[in-house]
Every structure is written in C-alpha cells, then in structure tokens.
Nanobody
Framework: VQLQASGGGLVQAGGSLRLSCTVSGSWFVINAVAWYRQAPGNERETVAAITRANTANYVESVIGRFTISKDNAKNTIDLQISDLKPEDTAVYYC??????????????WGQGTLVTVSS
C-alpha cells in the first residue's frame, strides 16, 4: 500500500487549496484517515481526521476553514482548505489506517506536501 499526497503550493493569505491523497495497492480497506501538518520547529499535529464511524474531527484552529473527505470508490482522502493564514504554513501529511488480509490493520503515511502561505 502506498499513499501519494499532492496539491500543496504557495498561496496568499485568504486563499484556498485542495490537498489530495491517493491510496494505491491491492486488496485493502481504508478505515480511519487523517491529515497532519508539521511547521518548522514544531511537532507534527493532527489537523483533521475521519474515524471508522465516519465522524470528522478538527483541531480548533482550523474549524470552519478545513474540510476533510474520503472517497472510498476513488481511494482518495482530500483536505479542502480555505481562508488560509500564514500560520497554516507547514508540510501536510496524509495518514490512513488500512486493513489487508495478509497483514491486518496498520497505519501508512504519505510523503508530505508543502503549503506556504504568504501574508
């Protein structure tokens, strides 16, 4: 199983981006998914997640601006970001808990995509 993230870039404050993460592989089921971010000098933090019960959760600082979604048919995990702020500048990583018949459930990470917000 591999996760491939895309969609990052340089954007002005107040702008929008859509990050996408594509899951590829054989014989898998996507359970919980999440987007994390890590700014320079900071620890990696969870910004948005969808639980196995399909409940979406967000860190307080992004509520109303970020929307996480999962498309089981396309095997994609998206993060729509609007009203971007300079403090949103970070490398964004997708994460998925994936079940496979041979290995059971485990977490996989995408490679990260850089979001830079200019003021």
């Amino acid at each position: 199983v591999q996760l491939q993230a895309s969609g990052g870039g340089l954007v002005q404050a107040g702008g929008s981006l859509r990050l996408s993460c594509t899951v590829s592989g054989s014989w898998f089921v996507i359970n919980a998914v999440a987007w994390y971010r890590q700014a320079p000098g900071n620890e990696r933090e969870t910004v948005a997640a969808i639980t196995r019960a399909n409940t979406a959760n967000y860190v307080e600082s992004v509520i109303g601006r970020f929307t996480i979604s999962k498309d089981n048919a396309k095997n994609t995990i998206d993060l729509q970001i609007s009203d971007l702020k300079p403090e949103d500048t970070a490398v964004y990583y997708c994460n998925a808990n994936i079940w496979q018949p041979a290995s059971g459930s485990r977490h996989y990470w995408g490679q990260g995509t850089l979001v830079t917000v200019s003021s």
